[in-house]
């Protein structure tokens, strides 16, 4: 059972254009929805964070926008550039610092010049 | 920001040889994680760990082991590795009452 459903599964972007990445959500007692971002050979580091007591936070170019109703969030990549292609993880969970994170199956970004 | 280190970062190997993924933190925290990548991109936790002497099997079955004798350690160990084993192992860090995970570089383990 696949707690954390991403999508799509790959994207290309003209520079400067829009990326939105989309995430849907089942269990209802998730509270902190993280998004990761991952290089080729690294490993995933985090990008920004959000807590269902909002519905949006935004750092820089990056903005995740949250429907608590619809079980969902999506991260919105603005003016997107070239260094932002990467591969990246949406994922949740409960329990504060005792929970698991749940990953989605990630999205792999290219922007092209 | 963290420092967490994995050993080695890649590793080629014959079936049936026993190996052992190295993965330290300098930042003394207590939790650490195992996650096992697929080739594709998804993102599996097959081992956890709250602490010294705390381990825990995480979502995925694996045949691996982990150990935690010291904060700053964390060991994988495969007994008798099979082609099937093939993957990228990412060790990862939290930090004290925070979600952030801390991921190292991984190793990407090919079983021949």
């Known amino acids: 059972q696949q707690q954390v459903k991403q999508s799509p599964q790959s994207l290309i972007v003209q520079k400067g254009g829009i990326s939105i990445i989309n995430c849907a959500y089942e269990?209802?007692?998730?509270?902190?929805f993280p998004w990761y971002q991952q290089f080729p050979g690294k490993g995933p580091a985090l990008l920004i964070a959000?807590?269902?007591?909002?519905s949006e936070k935004k750092e820089g170019r990056f903005t995740i926008s949250f429907n608590k109703s619809a079980k969902q969030f999506s991260l919105h990549i603005m003016d997107s550039q070239p260094g932002d292609s990467a591969t990246y993880f949406c994922?949740?969970?409960?329990?504060?610092?005792?929970?698991?994170?749940?990953f989605g199956k990630g999205t792999k970004l290219s922007v092209k010049p | 920001e963290a420092d967490i280190y994995q050993t080695p970062r890649y590793l080629v190997i014959g079936t049936g040889k026993k190996i052992t993924l190295e993965c330290s933190q300098t930042m003394g925290h207590d939790k650490m994680y195992w996650y096992q990548q697929d080739p594709g991109m998804e993102l599996h936790l097959i081992h956890y760990s709250y602490g010294v002497n705390s381990t825990e099997k995480g979502d995925l079955s694996s045949e691996s082991t982990v150990s935690r004798i010291r904060t700053e350690h964390f060991p994988l160990t495969l007994e008798s590795a099979r082609p099937s084993h093939t993957s990228q192992y990412l060790c990862?860090?939290?930090?004290?009452?925070?979600?952030?995970?801390?991921f190292g570089s991984g190793t990407q383990l090919s079983v021949l």
């Open positions: 990862a860090s939290r930090d004290p009452g925070r979600e952030k995970l801390f």
């Open positions: 994922a949740a969970t409960s329990g504060g610092s005792q929970g698991n994170l749940i």
């Open positions: 269990n209802t007692a998730f509270d902190y």
């Open positions: 959000i807590r269902p007591d909002v």
